[in-house]
């Protein structure tokens, strides 16, 4: 499971789309939610940490449509909301009533959302750089690196190489760890003519969770790193205040990508929250 060839995953079909993910070990369920940027999936973010939660629990590699090999429908509605729905939907297809969640950025205010408009499904929610309030930094400038080169991926002379490096090497502190390998593998999965055309409408509008945030129920660990140039450290700090039951976990020479930077620390602390009451 620690390979990085991607093994065959499978598909069902929920609020009208056909969505894929992989399915490991056996046990109470942990879904994996992966973020936004170009390339993403639910493998490709969290190959690495597989092998860890699935020893302990059934873990659930989810790919968000318009993402790996799930559906690419055009958003018209706001993107949390429509992803908390076919995140509920995906559920009650799979059987599973309620489950652990660890969602980086985008996913991981997916999750968050969920937990507002679906409070049921979620038991405990690990968040890794998920910037889900709109605020200034004291410790970035705005708008974020990060984020800036994913808006611009797609726009002018479209996908190329050389973006995916910058995009990739905004997400980590340690750039070693963007191999040729993993930018062609990123960038093939987004140089996609299907992702291509749905680039052209334009990103979905997403929800600032600033108030919805005290009506989340789930203990909650926040995770981030303290370089990240993707999601401000101190929107997380923000976040830990609005949160009923949260605690936070913050990484030294790391960026966006906790759980691939300290991967061995980031299992280890995650198994220690889901694990204890």
């Known amino acids: 499971m620690t390979t990085d060839k991607e093994p065959d995953g499978k598909y069902v079909k929920?609020?009208?789309?056909?969505?894929?993910?992989?399915?490991?070990?056996?046990?109470?369920?942990?879904?994996c939610i992966h973020g936004a940027g170009p390339g993403a999936s639910g493998w490709s973010n969290f190959k690495g940490n597989v092998h860890a939660f699935a020893q302990h629990y059934r873990t659930v590699l989810f790919d968000m449509p318009q993402f790996g090999k799930s559906d690419k429908p055009v958003i018209k509605d706001q993107r949390l909301s429509f992803l908390a729905d076919v995140l509920d939907s995906f559920m009650a297809v799979m059987g599973i009533e309620r489950a652990?969640?660890?969602?980086?950025?985008?996913?991981?205010q997916a999750a968050l959302k969920l937990a507002v408009d679906h409070p049921s499904r979620v038991d405990k929610l690990v968040v890794i750089g998920s910037g889900v309030i709109r605020a200034g930094s004291i410790f970035q400038p705005m708008p974020l690196e990060g984020i800036r080169n994913i808006a611009n991926y797609y726009k002018d002379d479209g996908p190329t190489m050389a973006k995916m490096r910058q995009l990739l090497e905004s997400l980590v502190c340690n750039k070693s760890l963007i191999t040729d390998d993993l930018v062609e593998e990123r960038f093939e999965a987004s140089n996609d003519p299907e992702l291509i055309a749905l680039a052209k409408h334009g990103a979905p509008g997403t929800e600032d969770l600033y108030f919805d945030l005290l009506k989340v129920k789930a203990k909650t660990l926040v995770v981030w790193g303290q370089d990240d140039r993707a999601g401000a450290l101190d929107?997380?700090?923000?976040?830990?205040?609005?949160?009923?039951?949260?605690?936070?976990?913050?990484f030294p020479r790391c960026g966006h990508w906790a759980h691939v930077e300290h991967r061995d620390e980031f299992n280890?602390?995650?198994?220690?929250?889901?694990?204890?009451?």
Do not use: E, T
Request: aromatic share 14%.
């Open 14 to 31: 929920a609020k009208d789309l056909k969505l894929h993910y992989h399915d490991f070990g056996s046990g109470y369920p942990v879904i």
């Open 100 to 108: 652990h969640f660890i969602g980086n950025s985008m996913g991981g």
């Open 268 to 277: 280890q602390v995650v198994l220690n929250f889901f694990q204890n009451p």
């Open 235 to 250: 929107v997380g700090l923000f976040m830990l205040r609005r949160l009923a039951d949260a605690r936070m976990h913050i």
